[in-house]
């Protein structure tokens, strides 16, 4: 029995061992993919202070993860926005949907490590675990979009303004012709 006994715990021991390797694989695999994402992602606690950022909010912000580790959100945000924004926040942890998108077709302002501001797209997310919210930002610099999208018009109001132009010349060349 004893033999049997020894037999089954070491069983129990290797499938356990086994279970905690696929954990650490799991939770490595989510790791290199929240790394290497071109997004920028961010976590902060329910303080605002950040626990989270990668390569992509490296990039976006000029900052190196080292510099903003549990430091306040705020040093991302413009100054005239910090406080409606904790207000967003503190909304968002109150309320019961899980996730926000919090850009429908107007830019959110973030603030780089060199003081400019630039537009962002923001989803946020939030995961209550053990009793404390986790909040999560994708964001997304659209600067080059907004940019694209600004000469687009231009050039659309610049070729209806020479449609008007021959328009008018057309007519007027008509109406000459008319009257001879």
Sequence with gaps: HVELANQKLKNEIAERERAEQAVRDSQARLAGILEISPDAVISIDQEQRITLFNQGAERTFGYRSEEVLAQQLDMLIPERFRSVHRQHVQLFAEAPLPTQRMCQRREVLG?????????MEASLSKLEMQGEKIFTAILRDITDRLKAEDELQHAHDELEIRVRERTAQLGAAIDALQAE
């Design 111 to 119: 603030l780089r490590k060199d003081g400019t501001e630039f537009p």
